[in-house]
């Protein structure tokens, strides 16, 4: 399959402001996205999903924008908070499989 | 309520040996999914199932055995432990296939072969 890579593999944050992890995918083919989010000694959590036809999705201070052209997609947290600290994963679907990127560890500073 | 549940959390055991980690959704999800992943959190799907059928195989060691005796219980066995496997394994289900449904990931096993 093909590669699904972060741009940083690490960001820190202040409280209270946004937050932009960033995912760079290579296979132009490939129809959904998902962020998901992973806290230490837990399992992935989705947190939003957007499909290759829509350039923007919003959920609960959360947007997903997704740049075909470029192939790149990025998770935009608002009002980030001490709770966000985590390793978020984007995962690619091309074809009938499902492809993560490395993470990125999202440590936000009180 | 857990929804997705693993068992056991911890493994610690030798090369060699055969091991079994168990998991469980209460859901009602018709697809059940293993990952592994590494010590540097890169995360890949190893196994699907659609009411206990076998529906994605990724490049796996014929050592890993999933097993599926109900659609809500799928279980991996593990023959022949080698220290590349030493991984955190999770468990993962969603209300149908394609991955264009939720997945709801357990809390992961940790295995660690010595």
């Known amino acids: 399959g093909e590669s699904v890579g972060l741009h940083l593999p690490t960001l820190s944050v202040q409280e209270g402001d946004n937050s932009i992890i960033n995912c760079a995918y290579s296979n132009s083919a490939s129809d959904y996205f998902i962020w998901y989010k992973q806290e230490s000694g837990k399992g992935p959590q989705f947190i939003i999903d957007?499909?290759?036809?829509?350039d923007k999705r919003q959920g609960q201070r959360v947007t997903v924008l997704l740049n075909k052209t470029v192939k790149h997609l990025s998770l935009q947290i608002a009002a980030t908070q001490p709770g966000d600290s985590a390793v978020y994963f984007c995962a690619e679907k091309e074809a009938n499989n499902l492809f993560f990127g490395t993470g990125t560890r999202l440590t936000v500073i009180p | 309520d857990t929804a997705v549940s693993q068992t056991p959390k911890y493994l610690v055991t030798q090369m060699g040996n055969d091991k079994s980690i168990k998991c469980e959704q209460n859901?009602?999800?018709?697809?059940m999914y293993w990952y592994k992943q590494d010590s540097k959190k890169f995360l890949k799907i190893m196994f699907s199932?659609?009411?206990?059928?076998?529906?994605i195989n990724e490049t796996v060691p014929n050592r890993f055995s999933p097993k599926s005796p109900d659609k809500a219980h799928l279980n991996l066995h593990i023959n022949s432990l080698e220290l590349g496997d030493s991984a955190v394994y999770f468990c993962?289900?969603?209300?149908?296939?394609?991955?264009?449904?939720?997945?709801?990931f357990g809390p992961g096993t940790r295995l660690t072969v010595t």
């Open positions: 993962a289900s969603s209300p149908g296939t394609g991955f264009f449904y939720e997945q709801y």
């Open positions: 199932y659609n009411n206990k059928e076998l529906i």
């Open positions: 957007i499909r290759s036809n829509m």
């Open positions: 859901l009602g999800h018709d697809t």
